[in-house]
């Protein structure tokens, strides 16, 4: 019996591949294009791409379906990222949207569908092994997105499939073209896709309500920022620096909302942390034997670094092998070196940064 897969369709390059490399194996590949939520002000960019993900199941000759997940996208994704930024802290949207929506709301609605898996363009892998799934980096290093996949459970991952887990960009681009996919030579997507043009700081803008407060700089105001929940810690810009402020970078090493206030210093280590605490932990098989020291990663496309993972009263730690910037609300990503160095490093899950030494 041939299996059905719904491939979430995103209008590009890679999803598109994904769905011709499925089929050329002999799945029964339906494509699924996921509306999701985009405020009034920003210019409708999902038409477009709902119209190339119709292009390629035409070019493939497969059924195209549609998903409306706006309301379940805005609550899970958009209106959790605002409050966390009223908060004083940086979430992390691709996160929430890969549990929540594509392979949460998306994945049951494919089921509900006839669909025995969904697959999607990610650039990841995975593993059977042990009567249980790994999720593995990706073969191009420089576009593995298992860091936005680590909130993924067992039940998720054996419903998916990463098709072009395994290949390069350079190698997904020429199968695009060998294919004659209509999106072949589309440029790749840039940031959050329901901010559109703006940047993150003018979108928040229209969701919190923020006023210019204090830049301080080892006790002295050196000048005015444009509201304390647009800011994150290692951040240095941004912020309207006084005369008599002196040369930068500066680094913001603190932010307080509710005195409205970011601290920053001309020194970057100042923003580091040797420990932090981590809430909302998952693992993505089952938890290690603790203490143990990991590969850590704090924020998309850094070069990891080693940690020592441990738990106590307060919860789950994280000691890093030296001082590293991670700011408070971000995914800290844990990975474990694979013996079998071609098939990248298993991600073992991770956690929220919450409050640091």
């Known amino acids: 019996m041939t299996h ?8 590009g390059v890679d999803s598109a591949v994904s ?7 002999g799945y029964d590949v339906v494509g699924a294009f996921i509306k999701i939520w ?3 002000f920003i210019e409708c960019t ?14 493939l000759a497969i059924p195209f379906r549609e998903v409306d997940l706006s309301q379940e996208y805005k609550e899970a994704v958009v209106e959790r990222m605002v409050r966390g930024y009223a908060q004083g802290i940086t979430p992390n949207p691709d996160a929430l949207c890969n549990i929540h929506i594509k392979f949460g709301s998306f994945s049951r609605w494919a089921k509900e569908n006839g669909a025995k898996a969904i697959a999607t363009g990610h650039y990841a892998r995975k593993r059977e092994v042990g009567g249980h799934f790994d999720l593995l980096r990706a073969r191009d290093s420089a576009k593995d997105q298992s860091y936005f996949l ?15 887990g395994g290949l390069l960009k350079s190698e997904v681009r020429a199968l695009a073209s060998k294919f004659n996919l209509p999106v072949a030579k589309k440029p790749d997507s840039q ?10 700081s003018e979108f928040l803008k229209r969701f919190i309500a923020v006023i210019p407060g204090p830049l301080v700089c080892d006790g002295r105001v050196i000048g005015e920022h444009e509201g304390a929940a647009l800011y994150t810690v290692g951040q240095r810009h941004g912020f309207a620096l006084s005369k008599d402020a002196g040369a930068g970078p500066f680094y913001v090493t603190r932010v307080e909302v509710v005195k409205n206030t970011v601290h920053v210093s001309l020194r970057r280590e100042d923003a580091t942390r040797t420990t932090v605490n981590l809430s909302d932990m998952h693992w993505i098989y089952r938890e290690l034997r603790l203490p143990v020291t990991l590969q850590a990663q704090a924020r998309y496309h850094e070069a990891p670094i080693g940690a020592t993972i441990s738990k106590g009263p307060g ?5 890093f092998e030296h001082p590293h910037i991670a700011s408070p609300g971000q995914s800290l990503v844990l990975y474990q070196k694979n ?6 490093d298993v991600c073992l899950g991770g956690g929220i940064i919450a409050t640091s030494d």
């Open 150 to 164: 680590y909130r993924l459970g067992q039940l998720e991952l054996a419903r998916a499939l990463f098709p072009i």
């Open 38 to 40: 985009q405020p009034e």
């Open 19 to 25: 769905a011709a490399l499925l089929q050329r194996e």
């Open 4 to 11: 059905r897969v719904f491939v979430g369709l995103s209008g």
């Open 191 to 200: 940031g959050l896709c329901f901010v559109g043009e703006v940047s993150m």
């Open 315 to 319: 919860g789950f730690a994280s000691a």
């Open 339 to 344: 013996e079998r160095e071609e098939e990248g």
């Open 46 to 59: 999902w038409c477009e791409d709902r119209l190339d993900a119709m292009r390629v199941c035409a070019a």
